[in-house]
């Protein structure tokens, strides 16, 4: 559940963190695909983003809004900056949790294996 496709979208409460132009968009997200102040998002990157006694490499698969998500946490972004990263069908994005530094894009929308 925590890869489930899903987009991103400001409460009232938050709108004002998000751009005005992008405001009519995400007012026309369908509701099953509405994730609310990003609750679940969050909740995928606390679950999968941590680090642990010993070395562990997880392969993710899932949609460009997810990707976009853990990719805007590992760069520290604002919360709209989801918006517009936008990957390639079958692209690689590959992030990194160490214990005693903050997470590191490795690569990003990588699609030279298709080649």
């Given at each position: 559940?925590?890869?489930?496709?899903?987009?991103?979208?400001?409460?009232?409460?938050?709108?004002?963190?998000?751009?005005?132009?992008?405001?009519?968009?995400?007012?026309?997200?369908?509701?099953?695909?509405?994730?609310?102040?990003?609750?679940?998002?969050?909740?995928?990157?606390?679950?999968?983003?941590?680090?642990?006694d010993s070395d562990r490499h997880e392969l993710l698969i899932?949609?460009?809004?997810?990707?976009?998500?853990?990719?805007?946490?590992?760069?520290?972004?604002?919360?709209?900056?989801?918006?517009?990263?936008?990957?390639?069908?079958?692209?690689?994005?590959?992030?990194?949790?160490?214990?005693?530094?903050?997470?590191?894009?490795?690569?990003?929308?990588?699609?030279?294996?298709?080649?």
């Amino acid at each position: 559940d925590f890869l489930a496709d899903r987009t991103p979208v400001p409460s009232s409460g938050q709108r004002d963190r998000y751009p005005s132009r992008w405001l009519a968009w995400l007012d026309g997200v369908p509701d099953d695909e509405r994730d609310e102040d990003a609750v679940a998002l969050r909740a995928a990157v606390e679950h999968l983003g941590v680090t642990g006694d010993s070395d562990r490499h997880e392969l993710l698969i899932t949609h460009n809004f997810v990707i976009g998500w853990f990719v805007r946490h590992v760069l520290d972004a604002s919360l709209w900056r989801w918006i517009g990263l936008n990957q390639g069908n079958c692209a690689i994005t590959i992030v990194q949790w160490d214990f005693d530094r903050p997470p590191n894009l490795v690569s990003f929308n990588d699609t030279g294996h298709l080649a």
